[in-house]
């Protein structure tokens, strides 16, 4: 059994302890960190491929969080973090690369659990991965992940929600830049690019790649045991498949992601985006959302 594996396995029987919304939760102080080491080439290029990446040198913006993913696990899995980890759903993600990362380059990555923060729809956990070389931070990102459980406060009060200021206070905010600009197209607006077609083994193949192999993504019937009809995409797919798209990534400043509904496998989905494509959402049928995103960009 792989250690990420381990980890889930130990997360399905520690959930059924944990209450989350406890008022006096706090978040574990530990920060893995992974040593610094070189990408591996063979990963790397299966990762590229199932997510749609050319081969262009540097690391994909997404793939330092799939590198540090069996620690994040590991942390949020362990006896002292106070959300159960069945049933998180993944809501959003910043990504803030610093400078391109040579797949050579010996890569220490670190995460930690940043904040805890009431919602509207129950209990949100700040996770935060940081990847260094020698020293220097090259990349870091930011991801919300909801608990969901009846709120201690009523969904009417303002502070039960954090506000999208509160979200990305501690990266550069795909909003800080766009001061001045024309007002954004919706989601539904924004013109169509490309159709893929998404096979119902596209979870089987990605979690293989990336090691996560919830099984809300692997079969409909272990999706079915988690509420789901079928199988289901994994988030970090489609952001990863989205973002492949993005012209000059060196020149990338931040991303912003925020996962609206999950893609029932198979599927037929829609990219759509901007001119430039700094705006862009992944549709299905009848134009439903399954995620926004936004880049900016340096200089």
């Known amino acids: 059994m792989t250690s990420l594996s381990a980890s889930l396995v130990r997360g399905a029987l520690l959930s059924p302890l944990k209450r989350a919304g406890r008022p006096d939760a706090a978040l574990p102080p530990d920060r893995p960190t992974r040593p610094a080491a070189p990408v591996a080439p063979g990963p790397l290029a299966a990762y590229g491929r199932i997510c749609g990446f050319t081969e262009s040198g540097a690391l994909p913006l997404t793939y330092p969080h799939v590198l540090a993913f069996p620690d994040t696990m590991r942390l949020m899995t362990g006896r002292a973090f106070p959300l159960p980890v069945l049933g998180l759903v993944h809501t959003w993600i910043e990504i803030a690369p610093h400078r391109p990362v040579e797949p050579t380059e010996p890569l220490e990555l670190t995460v930690y659990a940043q904040e805890l923060n009431p919602h509207g729809r129950g209990t949100e956990v700040t996770m935060t991965t940081e990847a260094r ?33 509160e979200a990305g206070a501690n990266l550069p905010t795909a909003t800080a830049s766009t001061a001045g600009r024309p007002a954004a197209a919706s989601p539904e607006e924004l013109p169509a690019r490309a159709e893929w077609s998404l096979p119902g083994d596209l979870g089987r193949r990605y979690g293989a790649v990336s ?17 789901f009809p079928r199988a289901i995409a994994h988030g970090m797919w489609t952001a990863a498949r989205c973002l492949a798209e993005t012209r000059d990534p060196a020149a990338v400043r931040t991303v912003r992601i925020d996962f609206r509904a999950p893609v029932l496998l198979p599927a037929t989905v829609t990219y759509a985006a901007d001119a430039a494509g700094d705006a862009f959402a992944l549709r299905g049928p009848g134009d439903r959302v399954h995620l926004v995103g936004a880049v900016t960009r340096k200089g």
């Open 211 to 227: 090691g996560d192999r919830n099984p809300i993504h692997l079969y409909p019937l272990t999706a079915r045991l988690f509420g």
């Open 133 to 165: 070389v020698a020293g220097e931070l090259v990349w870091e990102s930011r991801s919300g992940y909801l608990s969901r459980h009846a709120p201690r406060r009523p969904e009417s009060d303002p502070a039960s929600t954090p506000s999208a200021a």
